[in-house]
């Protein structure tokens, strides 16, 4: 084993390690920051004020006191429509993954059945649309 692959080394942050953080730190950005933001709104109460919601951290002598509420999720879970749009958003997700896994599946066993020159030709008509 070289001193280049093994040893302390693997463990000193780089340039590698500088390229691989990087859509790791956008994913962060724009995907999990908005979700805790969302979810943070989503436990707390509404209110009439700026921002329109109150707090779910409170610090009381000293202490922060955490206080989710509940009530929206018993809200969207007790009415009908709510009920209703989301078991068939479940269902048109259902169907629509089982409509592609019988023709992709299929297609990708003929795909790696072809000539290597044909294949690459099926591949592309396949990746273009």
């Known amino acids: 084993m070289s001193a280049r692959t ?7 942050p780089g340039a590698r390690w500088g390229l691989i953080s990087i859509p790791y730190f956008w994913l962060l950005l724009f995907f ?4 805790l933001i969302a979810l943070k709104i989503s436990f707390a109460k509404a ?5 329109p919601y109150t707090d779910i951290l409170y610090w009381v002598d000293g202490f922060p006191i955490l206080k989710l509420r509940g009530e929206n999720y018993l809200f969207l879970a007790g009415d009908s429509i709510y ?3 989301y078991l068939s ?3 048109i997700a259902i169907v629509s993954t089982l409509l592609c896994l019988a023709i992709g599946y299929p297609m990708a066993y003929a795909i790696s059945r ?14 273009l649309p």
């Open 114 to 127: 072809m000539s290597p020159a044909t294949r690459n030709i099926a591949l592309l008509l396949v990746i």
């Open 83 to 85: 009920v209703n749009a």
């Open 47 to 51: 209110a009439i004020a700026m921002p």
């Open 6 to 12: 093994g040893g302390w080394r693997r463990f000193v």
């Open 32 to 35: 999990a920051i908005p979700f």
């Open 89 to 91: 958003s479940l269902k």
